[in-house]
């Protein structure tokens, strides 16, 4: 079964940093770059950051960029997210979704997804 | 690149055509636009990639067309489970990847 599973959400203040993870199993992994994209509560979908397949290019939303490192470990299938200097407009809901094969023009396959809040 | 999608809500009845739309505000690169549905408490899921492109799995009765800056997704005869909210997409502008605003299909 193709699959993605979140985990590394949850409470943390602003200023404070959180690191998300994304197993991927029943595809090829290395053969999809992969995203984040998050949900606000109540709100729409926001794209956040895309690595490629393997790894070396990486592109930020304005809104995250200098704040949220992307990395990927294609040996353990999971994809990571390194969310530091949290600022109350990042809660959401945190999707990872690959890319559809090799285009990256849509999102295939989506995660649960793991929820961030920040709070004092 | 803004998306923006009408009406935000439509009322409608099993087994009637629903008519959404996405208009850009600016041509969306060769045609990249997707859409996605959701459901509460749920992840979205790809119904529809390249205008009209059916992604695997997805029935016939979601069609999408249009080109330009102007964009439509068809559900022919709305099924029980196919009421849900409604997202367009597009890759290509600045930034890379937008979504609009989303339109709910709710039950008359």
Excluded at chain 1, 73 to 94: C, I, K, P
């Amino acid at each position: 079964e193709v699959q993605l599973l979140e985990s590394g959400g949850g409470l943390e203040q602003p200023g404070g940093s959180l690191r998300l993870s994304c197993a991927a199993s029943g595809f090829t992994f290395n053969n999809y770059a992969m995203n984040w994209v998050r949900q606000a509560p109540g709100k729409g979908l926001e794209w956040v950051s895309i690595i490629s397949q393997s790894g070396d290019k990486t592109v930020y939303a304005d809104s995250v960029k200098g704040r949220f490192t992307i990395s990927r470990d294609n040996s353990r299938n999971t994809l990571y997210v390194q969310m530091n200097s949290l600022r109350a407009e990042d809660t959401a809901v945190y999707y990872c979704a690959s890319t559809l094969g090799h285009k990256w023009e849509a999102f295939e396959i989506w995660g649960q997804g793991t929820m961030v809040i920040v709070s004092s | 690149i803004v998306l923006t999608q009408s009406p935000g809500t439509l009322s409608l009845s099993p087994g009637e055509r629903a008519t959404l739309s996405c208009r850009a505000s600016q041509t969306v690169t060769s045609n990249f636009l997707a859409w996605y549905q959701q459901k509460p408490g749920q992840a979205p899921r790809l119904l529809i990639y390249g205008v009209s492109s059916r992604a695997t799995g997805i029935p016939d009765r979601f069609s999408g067309s249009g080109s330009g800056t102007d964009f439509t997704l068809t559900i022919s005869r709305l099924e029980p489970e196919d009421f849900a909210v409604y997202y367009c997409q597009q890759y290509g502008g600045s930034p890379a990847w937008t979504f609009g605003q989303g339109t709910k299909v709710e039950i008359k």
